[in-house]
Protein backbone atom coordinates (compact mmCIF):
# COMPACT_ATOMS: atom_id res chain seq x y z
CA UNK A 1 0.00 0.00 0.00
CA UNK A 2 2.65 2.65 0.68
CA UNK A 3 4.62 1.73 -2.65
CA UNK A 4 1.55 2.74 -4.29
CA UNK A 5 1.20 5.55 -2.40
CA UNK A 6 4.64 6.45 -2.85
CA UNK A 7 4.41 6.04 -6.49
CA UNK A 8 1.36 8.02 -6.53
CA UNK A 9 3.25 11.12 -5.41
CA UNK A 10 6.45 10.61 -7.26
CA UNK A 11 3.61 11.22 -10.00
CA UNK A 12 2.52 14.22 -9.03
CA UNK A 13 6.17 15.26 -8.06
CA UNK A 14 7.15 14.94 -11.62
CA UNK A 15 4.07 16.29 -13.23
CA UNK A 16 4.09 19.70 -10.81
CA UNK A 17 7.81 20.00 -12.10
CA UNK A 18 7.15 19.40 -15.61
CA UNK A 19 4.31 22.02 -15.36
CA UNK A 20 7.03 24.61 -13.95
CA UNK A 21 9.53 23.46 -16.39
CA UNK A 22 6.37 24.17 -19.25
CA UNK A 23 5.73 27.56 -17.75
CA UNK A 24 9.52 28.49 -17.22
CA UNK A 25 9.82 28.22 -21.15
CA UNK A 26 6.39 30.36 -21.80
CA UNK A 27 7.47 32.73 -19.82
CA UNK A 28 10.91 33.01 -21.25
CA UNK A 29 10.77 32.38 -24.69
CA UNK A 30 8.00 35.87 -24.19
CA UNK A 31 10.81 37.47 -22.25
CA UNK A 32 13.41 36.71 -25.32
CA UNK A 33 10.94 37.99 -27.67
CA UNK A 34 10.45 41.48 -25.88
CA UNK A 35 13.17 41.85 -23.66
CA UNK A 36 15.63 44.81 -24.56
CA UNK A 37 19.27 46.25 -24.16
CA UNK A 38 19.29 49.00 -21.83
CA UNK A 39 22.12 51.47 -22.32
CA UNK A 40 24.37 53.13 -19.91
CA UNK A 41 24.28 57.21 -21.06
CA UNK A 42 26.46 60.07 -19.71
CA UNK A 43 22.69 61.42 -18.30
CA UNK A 44 21.66 58.36 -16.56
CA UNK A 45 24.99 57.90 -15.19
CA UNK A 46 24.62 61.68 -13.39
CA UNK A 47 21.04 60.64 -12.00
CA UNK A 48 22.28 57.74 -10.33
CA UNK A 49 25.40 59.75 -8.68
CA UNK A 50 22.29 62.29 -7.50
CA UNK A 51 20.22 59.51 -6.06
CA UNK A 52 20.44 59.10 -2.22
CA UNK A 53 19.65 55.98 -2.00
CA UNK A 54 21.83 52.48 -2.32
CA UNK A 55 25.40 54.93 -1.43
CA UNK A 56 27.30 52.34 -0.73
CA UNK A 57 26.14 50.09 -4.07
CA UNK A 58 27.50 51.97 -6.65
CA UNK A 59 27.10 49.41 -9.47
CA UNK A 60 23.36 48.62 -8.08
CA UNK A 61 23.03 52.65 -8.26
CA UNK A 62 23.53 52.52 -12.11
CA UNK A 63 21.65 49.82 -12.76
CA UNK A 64 18.73 51.12 -10.59
CA UNK A 65 18.55 54.27 -12.34
CA UNK A 66 19.03 52.24 -15.79
CA UNK A 67 16.09 50.13 -15.44
CA UNK A 68 13.89 53.40 -13.98
CA UNK A 69 15.25 55.35 -16.83
CA UNK A 70 14.02 52.83 -19.71
CA UNK A 71 10.88 52.55 -17.52
CA UNK A 72 9.74 56.17 -17.85
CA UNK A 73 10.64 56.14 -21.64
CA UNK A 74 7.78 53.25 -21.94
CA UNK A 75 5.12 54.02 -20.00
CA UNK A 76 2.69 51.89 -21.38
CA UNK A 77 4.55 49.20 -21.19
CA UNK A 78 4.12 46.25 -18.59
CA UNK A 79 7.35 46.56 -16.97
CA UNK A 80 8.94 43.64 -14.16
CA UNK A 81 12.31 43.91 -12.74
CA UNK A 82 13.32 40.41 -11.36
CA UNK A 83 16.29 40.08 -9.27
CA UNK A 84 17.65 38.12 -6.66
CA UNK A 85 19.35 40.74 -5.19
CA UNK A 86 17.31 41.15 -2.03
CA UNK A 87 19.98 43.45 -0.04
CA UNK A 88 19.95 45.91 -1.80
CA UNK A 89 16.90 45.94 -4.43
CA UNK A 90 14.02 44.59 -1.10
CA UNK A 91 14.76 48.15 0.34
CA UNK A 92 11.67 49.75 1.18
CA UNK A 93 12.61 53.05 -0.35
CA UNK A 94 13.88 51.03 -4.06
CA UNK A 95 10.79 49.46 -4.10
CA UNK A 96 9.27 52.80 -3.61
CA UNK A 97 10.97 54.12 -6.80
CA UNK A 98 10.66 51.21 -9.00
CA UNK A 99 6.63 50.91 -8.50
CA UNK A 100 6.43 54.80 -9.05
CA UNK A 101 7.98 54.15 -12.53
CA UNK A 102 5.50 51.67 -12.80
CA UNK A 103 8.03 48.47 -12.26
CA UNK A 104 6.93 45.33 -10.44
CA UNK A 105 9.63 43.71 -8.45
CA UNK A 106 10.15 40.24 -8.20
CA UNK A 107 12.66 38.34 -6.41
CA UNK A 108 12.06 34.81 -6.73
CA UNK A 109 11.29 33.46 -10.37
CA UNK A 110 9.02 31.55 -8.93
CA UNK A 111 6.87 34.26 -7.37
CA UNK A 112 7.46 36.08 -11.09
CA UNK A 113 5.70 32.69 -12.89
CA UNK A 114 2.95 32.75 -9.91
CA UNK A 115 2.16 36.15 -11.16
CA UNK A 116 2.48 35.45 -15.17
CA UNK A 117 0.48 32.30 -15.17
CA UNK A 118 -2.45 34.20 -12.42
CA UNK A 119 -2.52 36.73 -14.74
CA UNK A 120 -2.82 33.68 -17.97
CA UNK A 121 -5.32 31.53 -16.53
CA UNK A 122 -7.36 35.23 -15.50
CA UNK A 123 -7.63 35.42 -19.30
CA UNK A 124 -9.31 31.81 -20.29
CA UNK A 125 -11.72 31.80 -17.22
CA UNK A 126 -15.26 31.26 -18.30
Not at 32 to 44: C, D, F, V, Y
Not at 72 to 101: G, M, T, Y
Request: proline fraction near 2%; glycine fraction near 4%; charged fraction near 20%.
Amino acid sequence: MGSLLDQSWIGFFLERINDIKRSFYVAFNQLTSKAEMITLSPGIFQESLNRTILEKHVIDKVILECIINHALFHPNDIKVFLSNNSKEFAQREVIKILQDAGIQYFQQTQNFLGCKLSKINSLYRF
